[in-house]
């Protein structure tokens, strides 16, 4: 009888051990937003080296994380971003590639924020106006703003749609 409640109170200590190891082990693992935040932070001064090491990293992370949309959410932003800094960059083609790619996983995607999705390709033509304005402008000008506003109209809030359509209309003042 005694050795039967030994064990049994032997099995609990070992479930509870055991609970707790995976808890602990669960708590080392960063987290989505963690890395993500991490891996944007890292860019600094908006150096060509740092956006593109920042892609590796979250393209790292978005294979840990298939089912984010964050992830390919910020792939897609930060491509976008070293593209429109860099238009005549060798790498700037696979990285607008890329976040062509990466918005069309989005649209894929059931609980994909569409505002998000619009706002993304709304600066994908931006960058390719940026890119050759004299060829590029005209072909994507409504693209450019047909996106944002769609964006707008679905997320009135959306602070990056704003933000990168006041950009776009005060460089096309400046350009007429």
Known sequence: MTSQIFK????????I????????ILAQEPSLDSLIAESVSAIQQDS?????????????????FPDSLQAKYQIGLQCLNYSVMNPHAAQAESFLKEAQQQIGRMEKMQNADMSDVCTLRGYLYMVRIVQDPATNGQRYYLNVIENYEKALKLKPDNSLTKF??????EGMKKAY
């Not at 049994?8 to 479930?15: D, E, T, V």
């Not at 990168?164 to 209309?169: A, G, S």
């Open 17 to 24: 051990f055991v609970m707790a190891a995976s808890c602990n």
């Open 8 to 15: 049994c109170y032997a099995l609990a200590i070992a479930a």
């Open 164 to 169: 990168l359509y006041e950009k776009f209309q």
């Open 48 to 64: 060509p080296e740092s956006y593109a090491n920042c892609i590796a990293k979250l393209k790292r992370i978005d294979a840990m």
